[in-house]
């Protein structure tokens, strides 16, 4: 029990080490990178219940403009106690390795993102086997 701190940090250093090991091999053995493009980045608000931590939430976030969000939460609304989220949803574009056709995808973050105004360039990670998977990792 003398060490129990240390040792609880050191597992804890392993596990995230192996997990991002293990997302990078997935990277580089299943997954090409592509040219894409990013065709539109919105920003957009959650809607997300408060609560206990142990609780079901009884449904599920609901995705608004922040302005609507905003407005929302406060008081006498139908909202009012939850909390706002904000993100940036991105939509991309690229031809995939597989098929040769062009696919789309959608990535959420939970953060507002300065990628610049869209179309831009970006490289996407599509899957080398399937058609239509793909990866977006931040540049």
């Known amino acids: 029990m003398r060490y129990f701190r240390l040792y609880a940090l050191?597992?804890?250093?392993v596990i995230l080490s192996v997990v991002w090991a293990w997302n990078k091999i997935d990277l580089t053995l299943?997954?090409?990178?592509?040219?894409g493009t990013v065709?539109?980045?919105?920003?957009?608000?959650r809607v997300e219940q408060e609560g206990n931590i142990l609780e079901r939430p009884k449904s599920a976030p609901i995705e608004m403009t922040c302005d609507q969000a905003v407005a929302a939460v406060?008081?006498?609304?139908?909202?009012q106690g939850d909390s706002?989220?904000?993100?940036?949803?991105?939509?991309?574009?690229y031809v995939s390795p597989v098929d040769h056709a062009a696919?789309?995808?959608k990535m959420w973050r939970n953060s507002e993102v300065a990628l610049g105004a869209p179309p831009l360039s970006v490289v996407i990670?599509?899957?080398r086997t399937k058609a239509g998977i793909s990866k977006f990792v931040m540049p």
Do not use: E, K, W
Not at 10 to 13: A, D, I, S, V
Not at 84 to 92: E, P
């Open 10 to 13: 050191g597992l804890g250093f």
């Open 30 to 35: 299943n997954y090409a990178p592509v040219a």
């Open 39 to 45: 065709t539109a980045v919105d920003q957009m608000c």
């Open 74 to 79: 406060q008081t006498g609304r139908r909202f």
């Open 84 to 93: 706002v989220a904000f993100g940036t949803n991105i939509l991309y574009s």
């Open 103 to 105: 696919h789309s995808g």
């Open 125 to 127: 990670y599509a899957s």
